[in-house]
């Protein structure tokens, strides 16, 4: 019997859009050529409304004008979260629609960062990625360094701050940055995507990179840049016990935009290759064998502190003259699942929709044994001559 897997996409995020690329490439068109699965693409507008149509299989429906317009036309559905993940679509003949397994492909703000892993989690329903906690840290690039700064990984040199404090004390905020060297790297830490990021490489360009990544985001993240930069990338999924990693790749270019990332030639937007645009890459990277392996391990060590599970993305930062190698930062749902790395590993979209969701399941039945409810006397205890609110 075929299973029910819940695509979820869109959402209320500057990823939109991205997210409505990875959802169909490749997940949906892997989860469909793989023949055990009865799709349910579900998206979630940038109202953050929520639908569901047979039609949102195919990535056309959202190539075509005034695709929102017509999205809007549609019924929306509510969710249900008791007893497990269940989709209706109400009405005095209301239909509902029971999911075995949810896919989440919604990057950023109440996606990526943990948002929508608590409805799932409260559900019950397997899902694939990571689980709240860890995306929810992962998500956030100030938690990610000072989690893993905690166990010894290495980062580049940084200062953050609020948009409160920005606008209350602007030149004590760019007071601490005096201390970094240039060029810097401005970006708001909760976006991925190279949204808002800005290379800036004169302290008089400074300011104005701070109130763009402000525009996006409550706080603002300014790093020294690596010299003798090489940038590389590694995929990776895990289980709670043990882990896979695709391979080592290596950008071409320094730092790459959103729009080099997937609006350029053979990129998501176009594509060709299902994954980032693969014709900048370097898979796998020609690095000296002992480099490589340091990545390897580092990209191991950052997943296992951030606790994350399924599939993620650790983007490395190496200084080519000292060989020193620098956490950067984390993806917890990368972009088409970088499909293109995991092909080069040895793994088809198919066999990587599979595993990701076997390690669902696992996951999901491991939890069932972890005793969550705790029986006591206190609620007899309320009220009966003792104390409360201790």
Excluded at 164 to 178: N, P, S, V, W
Excluded at 262 to 267: C, R, T
Excluded at 339 to 361: F, M, Q, T
Aim: glycine share 10%; proline share 4%.
């Amino acid at each position: 019997m075929k299973r029910t897997v819940a695509v979820i996409f869109g959402g209320r995020s500057a990823e939109h859009e991205v997210s409505i690329v990875t959802a169909h490439i490749p997940i949906m068109r892997a989860l469909a050529a793989a023949g055990d699965y009865d799709i349910v693409p579900v998206y979630i507008s940038e109202e953050g409304n929520w639908y569901s149509d047979p039609a949102f299989i195919d990535l056309s429906y959202f190539q075509k004008s005034g695709w929102r317009s017509a999205v809007k036309k549609l019924k929306k559905i509510d969710v249900s979260v008791n007893g497990g993940l269940t989709l209706v679509w109400p009405g005095l003949r209301a239909k509902r629609q029971k999911i075995d397994v949810a896919f989440p492909a919604m990057h950023g703000t109440y996606g990526e960062d943990g948002s929508l892993m608590g409805l799932l989690r409260m559900s019950g329903v397997p899902f694939v990625g990571c689980d709240m906690a860890a995306s929810a840290v992962a998500m956030d690039k100030v938690l990610t360094k000072q989690v893993t700064e905690s166990v010894g990984i290495a980062g580049v040199k940084y200062e953050w701050f609020s948009k409160a404090e920005f606008a209350a004390d602007r030149k004590g905020c760019l007071a601490k940055l005096k201390t970094l060297k240039y060029p810097l790297f401005v970006k708001p830490p909760h976006l991925g995507s190279s949204i808002a990021i800005t290379k800036v490489d004169k302290p008089k360009d400074l300011e104005n990179a701070i109130e763009v990544a402000l525009h996006y985001d409550d706080r603002c993240l300014v790093e020294e840049g690596v010299h003798n930069l090489i940038e590389v990338t590694v995929p990776i999924m895990l289980s709670d016990s043990e882990h896979w990693l695709a391979k080592v790749e290596r950008p071409n270019a320094e730092f790459f935009d959103f729009e080099t990332k997937y609006i350029g030639s053979g990129g998501k937007k176009g594509g060709k290759t299902g994954g980032v645009n693969a014709g900048y890459s370097e898979i796998p990277a020609k690095l000296d064998p002992k480099l490589y392996k340091e990545c390897e391990d580092v990209t191991v060590a950052t997943a296992r502190a951030l606790g994350l599970h399924g599939i993620s993305r650790v983007d490395l930062l190496i200084n080519g003259k000292t060989k020193k190698v620098y956490m950067n930062e984390v993806n917890t749902l990368p972009g088409s699942l970088y499909e293109h790395n995991w092909r080069v590993a040895g793994y088809s979209a198919v066999e990587l929709v599979n595993k990701l969701i076997n390690l669902a399941d696992e996951r999901a039945e491991a939890q069932k044994n972890v005793h969550i409810v705790f029986n006591s006397d206190i609620l007899k205890a309320v009220g009966s001559g003792g104390k409360s609110g201790q």
